[in-house]
């Protein structure tokens, strides 16, 4: 029999391939997945070696909680491992509908929907509200799913600078008039720069605008706010009328949501491709969705626990205080990032280095994120480490 690779043009199709990463690995930009085996919240193995978890999302370590899991198991042994189908054909497991119930709560919100991923969530908002003729204006450094939805959508895209409100109404001002319906579209805690969008500003040029707001709080629920979310950073709070999220990070789960409101949300029922043409999430992953909000509604010192080891490493290592578990170590070029990050390795601590095109180009960086379960002397041990970096990166403010 002869191998698929061996017909003509598979050939060519692996010589593409092959050229592409030649020139990625060129300009050290090529990404390799290595086999991490996770030992408990914060421990990983790689390659035989146990290292310090510096770079998760999980950032109460919920994926690893007994409640969080017993309830993952007890809902496969009721309901399955999979879904079967999309909720639009089989309909949906109960617990689906308690979850939206909840988040819905939780947000404040009318209605909610659960997406397989935060990603498929915004696959799905933007192109289900959005058309040709219409307006989306989106922060520059906002997540890439994000960027992908609103393409998706075929309105006229435009960036705005970063938590620039200025720049974002002198936008509106110029492409508004022209555009039939418009939308806006940030993170509410940027991902890789930890920073919050100023939401009050921003909710109250969208409404002189009339333009729709999508908060992305990938990052927020369960860590800003003793847990609210980046609304709740605020007072009173700022609560945009789409309010998105994950599971996946500090509820330790797997799947994506949309809070707001009930006729928005069964738009996105019946219109939302990422939704009808998908299998629901797996009743594992609701269950324990479902377990770690019981926590996060509950348990606000864990949820305030990320955010103030943080600020205790940044004050430890020179670094300008953070409003988030997230801190950017900004070092430039891709090289650099990567030998911190080798060194870093070296010493038992796993901070994978970021670069383009996650971040721009020349703001190659350390993301080191913190989880509840760190240890204060191993941040105050990684602190000394990364201080020997501080001085560049104020350098490059
Ligand atoms: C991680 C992330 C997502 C995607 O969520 P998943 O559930 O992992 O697909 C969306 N937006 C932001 C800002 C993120 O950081």
Not at 32 to 53: C, F, H, K, P, Y
Not at 280 to 290: G, H, N, Q, Y
Request: overall charge neutral; aromatic content about 4%; hydrophobic content about 45%.
């Amino acid at each position: 029999m002869t191998s698929p690779e061996s017909m003509p043009a598979a050939a060519s199709l692996d010589a593409f391939a092959s050229s592409k990463l030649a020139g990625l690995e060129r300009r050290q930009l090529r990404r390799r997945i290595v086999t991490t085996d996770g030992l408990d919240a914060v421990r990983v193995e790689q390659d035989g070696r146990t290292l310090l978890n510096f770079c998760s999302n999980d950032y109460l370590g919920l994926s690893r909680h007994p409640e969080v899991i017993a309830a993952a198991q007890a809902a496969t042994a009721r309901h399955g491992t999979g879904a079967g189908a999309s909720r639009l054909v089989t309909g949906g497991h109960p617990l689906l509908f308690e979850l939206e119930a909840r988040l819905a709560r939780f947000k404040g919100t009318k209605d909610c929907i659960v997406f397989g991923s935060g990603y498929l969530a915004n696959l799905a908002i933007a192109p289900a509200l959005m058309g040709a003729g219409d307006l989306i204006l989106i922060d520059e450094l906002a997540h890439a799913c994000l960027f992908a939805g609103a393409q998706l959508s075929r309105a006229r895209v435009e960036t705005f600078r970063h938590n620039d409100l200025a720049d974002l109404e002198a936008r509106l001002v110029e492409m508004r008039p022209d555009a039939r319906r418009a939308m806006i579209l940030t993170d509410g805690v940027f991902s890789m720069d930890g920073d919050l969008a100023p939401l009050p500003g921003l909710l109250a040029i969208a409404d002189r605008h009339d333009a729709w707001t999508l908060v992305d709080d990938a990052h927020g629920v369960g860590v800003i706010a003793g847990g609210r979310g980046s609304a709740h950073a605020f007072t009173p709070p700022a609560l945009a009328p789409l309010q998105m999220g994950t599971l996946s990070k500090s509820l330790g789960s797997y799947g994506g949501y949309l809070c707001a409101s009930n006729a928005v949300c069964e738009l996105l029922r019946t219109r939302a491709r990422p939704l009808v043409f998908t299998t629901a999430p797996a009743p594992a992953s609701i269950a324990a969705a479902l377990k770690a909000l019981d926590l996060v509604e509950t348990d606000t010192a864990m949820c305030e626990r990320p955010a103030l080891l943080a600020r205790r490493f940044c004050a430890a290592a020179g670094l300008p205080a953070p409003v988030s578990p997230i801190v950017p170590v900004i070092l430039g070029s891709a090289s650099a990032a990567l030998e911190a990050s080798s060194r870093l390795r070296e010493a038992g601590f796993l901070v994978t280095a970021i670069r383009p095109p996650t971040v721009p180009r020349g703001t190659a960086r350390l993301r080191i994120t913190f989880s509840a379960a760190h240890d204060e002397a191993d941040i105050d041990r990684l602190a000394g480490l990364v201080a020997a970096y501080a001085p560049q990166q104020e350098a490059a403010e």
